[in-house]
C-alpha cells in the first residue's frame, strides 16, 4: 500500500505542480483546499474539477468564520486588490495574517487522522519577500512543531521553496501539465486580470520558460 500524504491544494499552478509532483512520486494523496473567505474561491471550483478527474480524495473545508479575526487583508476585505508587481510596498495588503499557519496546522491534523506521514504545500522563493509565512525559517519551525505537536510525527514537505516561480512552471511543463485547469487571478472574475502581482509573477514565469499561459486574460 502506498504511503499516504496531504497535499494543500489552493487550485493555484504551484499548488498544483504540487500536486502532481506528490502523485508522481507515488504517494497516496489526498488533497485538502481552504474557503477562509478569499474574492479568489474560483480557484476552489477549480481545485475540485482537477481532483475529479484525476479521482483523487479532495476535501474543501470552509473556514470563513475566522475572518471576523483576519479580515485586515484585500484578500478577504472589501479593500481594493492592489495592481502591480509583488515587490511593490502595497502587495503587502495582501498578506492574511498567519493563513498558512493555520491551514497548516489544519492540514497536520488531517494527516494524523489518516495516518498519514507528510504534508506538502508549494511555497516558493517568490513569495518570501512579501510572505512570511512562505520563508524557510517559518517552515523550519512549522516542520518542528509537527514533529512534536502529536503522538505521531508529519514532516511538512515544500519541494520548492528555495525556486522560483519560473522554475516551478518549468518542472511543470516536463511532467506535461496543463496549467489551464488552474487560477492564479486575485480577482475571482471570468477572466484573470493580468494586473494584479499574482498574475504578474504568473506570466512572468510563462515569459521566462518561453511558454504561452493558456489562461485568458482582461488586459
Known amino acids: ?19 502532481h509532483t506528490a502523485i508522481q512520486s507515488g504517494l497516496d ?20 474539477k482537477v481532483c475529479q478527474s484525476l479521482n483523487i480524495s479532495h476535501k474543501v473545508v470552509d473556514i470563513t468564520a475566522i475572518n471576523s479575526l483576519m479580515a485586515t487583508s484585500s484578500l478577504t476585505s472589501d479593500a481594493e486588490i492592489p ?3 509583488y515587490e511593490s510596498e502595497s502587495m ?21 487522522s489518516l495516518e498519514a506521514g507528510k504534508v506538502y504545500y508549494g511555497a516558493h522563493s517568490g513569495d ?12 523550519e519551525g512549522m516542520n518542528a512543531v509537527a514533529k512534536i505537536a502529536n503522538y505521531q ?9 528555495h525556486v522560483s516561480k519560473g522554475d516551478i512552471l518549468k518542472a511543470g511543463l516536463a511532467m506535461n501539465l496543463d496549467y489551464s485547469n488552474t487560477w492564479t487571478c486575485y480577482n475571482g472574475r471570468e477572466k484573470s486580470c493580468g494586473k494584479c502581482g ?6 512572468e514565469a510563462f515569459a521566462e520558460q518561453q511558454a504561452t499561459d493558456p489562461l485568458a486574460y482582461e488586459a
Do not use: W
Not at 500500500?1 to 500536486?19: C, I, N, P, Q, R
Not at 503587502?92 to 494524523?112: D, E, F, G, Q
Open 29 to 48: 494523496v489526498h488533497a485538502l483546499s481552504f474557503n477562509y473567505g478569499q474574492k479568489h474561491s474560483k480557484e476552489l471550483e477549480v481545485a475540485a
Open 92 to 112: 503587502k495588503s495582501t498578506v492574511v495574517p498567519n493563513r498558512n499557519m493555520v491551514l497548516l496546522s489544519m492540514a497536520i491534523a488531517y494527516a494524523v
Open 153 to 161: 510525527t508529519v514532516e511538512i514537505v515544500t519541494p520548492f521553496l
Open 128 to 139: 518570501h519577500h512579501i510572505y512570511p509565512d512562505c520563508r524557510p525559517e517559518f517552515v
Open 198 to 203: 499574482a498574475c504578474n509573477e504568473r506570466l
Open 83 to 85: 495592481e502591480g508587481h
Open 1 to 19: 500500500m502506498s504511503e499516504k500524504a496531504v497535499v494543500v491544494y489552493s487550485g493555484g499552478m504551484d499548488s498544483f505542480t504540487v500536486l
